[in-house]
């Protein structure tokens, strides 16, 4: 299991962008995708958007058009930036990763502790 590290989590307008960063730490042979998730509370954790390692993006239909996720891969790290915010997007954002750490190991599910995101009216 390798160790994610979130930033850029904040307060903002309504209206306002921001822009979170998700880091892997260690060696890492191979990623499977990258990808973010948010949980407001009392709601279930649910998907923000994922990129796979071919390159290939998926997104909520409730951030669809307003968000965008990339990557850097000598970096390991994963970004999610965020446009029009709004106090629904309120929520603490979650990095998530599936990798191998070394060649021909199992590719295994890693969790960030979560970055603070909160939207004000």
């Known amino acids: 299991q390798v160790q994610l590290v979130e930033s850029g989590g904040g307060l903002v307008q309504a209206g306002g962008s921001l822009r979170l960063s998700c880091a892997a730490s260690g060696t890492i042979f191979s990623i499977n995708f990258m990808g973010w998730y948010r949980q407001a509370p009392g709601k279930q954790r649910e998907l923000v958007a994922v990129i796979f390692s071919g390159g290939n993006t998926n997104y909520a239909d409730s951030v669809k058009g307003r968000v965008a996720i990339s990557r850097d891969n000598a970096k390991n790290t994963v970004y999610l930036q965020m446009n029009s915010l709004k106090p629904e997007d309120t929520a603490v954002y979650y990095c998530?990763?599936?990798?191998?750490?070394?060649?021909?190991?199992?590719?295994?599910?890693?969790w960030g502790q979560g970055t603070q995101v909160t939207v004000s009216s």
């Open positions: 998530h990763t599936k990798g191998a750490v070394v060649p021909g190991g199992p590719f295994v599910d890693s």
